[in-house]
């Protein structure tokens, strides 16, 4: 016997385990061939109907996204879509409907959406997909939803294994910013170029704050770009070298920083051997501060296929350089940029690190913990191994927050709607077709998706 969905749309309606979602995996109709089974609504039944009503029916089907309320504390003030992000979703997919959830902390406010037309409520419950920017507190998830959120949790972490474990218990499909990539696994979303940005900044203002050479005020102090570029024509650095690390969206932002100060980049070469009467920064890719062990030609391929037949030669650049600012990511195995031992050494040059990617008490030795927006900067002493007063003369000035985007929210939320309105939203509406969604997925009816499969034991509480 076949069931077809046209005739028991309102049975679905009136018992289906979760609301409609339109992203799940499609399927063909439903056989049932036993008799324990007909007239049955079993919530197997229930996904493959809504699936198939969903394709054929999508000609009337009005897909309702949501713009949640921020709740993690520290506030975070970001946004995923901005009032004129989501006026221009809508212009560009008749078929989508926006609901914005009333919030005193997002850098946007309430009256900025009113005043394009869309609506602000304090209950969001009616829509279909949940779209913020950190991890929502396991009380305020509403079961059988969609959500789009960083939910840090595919690295294991264990202070979220109770989200994820709700999440599942609630019957929630979940994707993680960070899980959305294209078909090469290339992410396609983040605030790593703001990080930069503001990295880049909170570095020149902890060598003025160190050095007592000039003063900058906090970038969370500033309203947006303009004027942090403004703040930045004030400055007159003293001949430094500066190292960067990274090319990617981190290493990007942090380079135009440099870039529109007008410091001069050089080559490793030139870094390496020359003085100035200038300051000047040099830009590096993994290969230029890691090599085989074995002696053999190195590729970044092979690199992070087997990052531990590796070792660091970075020792090179902080006995001549004064400043580090790490934009690089950092994975697994991989070998250390410089070890609270090699710290201890007289040849060891750093003044001041601004710490990016921020590992704690890993590759960069003298980040031993995380600083904040409010007290930015703290002092490494390589003797003791311990945190002191950054203006002591043996103290390398560490800058490790580890929220940046926060500074700026402003510019990064209009940055990241941009990119989530051309590469995301569009999968709602051609039937996933490029697989972006499928591939972000991490759970569905109540289940983790077999991409994600690899994170049971991490829930169970087994790891």
Known sequence: MLIWPFTCINIITRRAYNSIDPAVNTSRPLYCNSSEEKGKVTKKLVYTLKSYYIRKNAYNFFMKFAVIKERKSPPDRRVVLTPKSCQNLLKQHSKAQILVESSDIRAFSNDEYSELGLEVSNDVSATDVMIGVKEVPTEALIPNKSYFFFSHTIKKQPYNRKLLQAVLDKNITLYDHETLVDKNHNRLIGFGYYAGVVGAYNGIRTIGKKMSC??????????????????????????????????????????????FMKIRQVSIDEFLTQSFKEAVYVQLDVLDYVVRKDG????????????????????????????????????????????????KSSNF?????????????????????????????????????????????????VMAVDNLPCELPRDASEGFAKTFIEKIIPAFFNDDKDGV??????????????????????VDGLE
């Open 214 to 259: 000039f003063e900058l005020p906090k970038a969370t102090n500033l309203k947006n770009r303009k004027e942090l570029d403004a703040a930045l024509n004030s400055v007159d650095l003293p001949y430094l070298k500066i190292i960067l690390t990274g090319t990617g969206r981190v290493g990007q932002g942090a380079k135009e920083i440099l870039d």
């Open 296 to 343: 053999r030609h190195a590729t970044k391929a092979d690199f992070f296929a087997q990052p531990t037949e590796y070792k660091s030669t970075f020792l090179r650049f902080t006995e001549v350089g004064d400043v580090f600012i790490a934009g690089h990511f950092y994975g697994k195995g991989s070998p250390y940029f410089f070890t609270r031992e090699e710290v």
């Open 349 to 397: 040059n750093l003044k001041v690190v601004a710490d990016i990617s921020c590992d704690i008490d890993g590759p960069v030795a003298c980040t031993i913990r995380p600083s904040t927006i409010e007290h930015p900067i703290y002092g490494y002493d390589a003797g003791s191994e311990s945190e002191v007063d950054f203006k002591k003369s043996e103290a390398i000035a």
């Open 437 to 458: 969604l499928s591939r972000a997925k991490m759970t569905e009816n109540g289940v983790l998706t077999s991409a994600f499969s690899y994170l049971q034991d991490y």
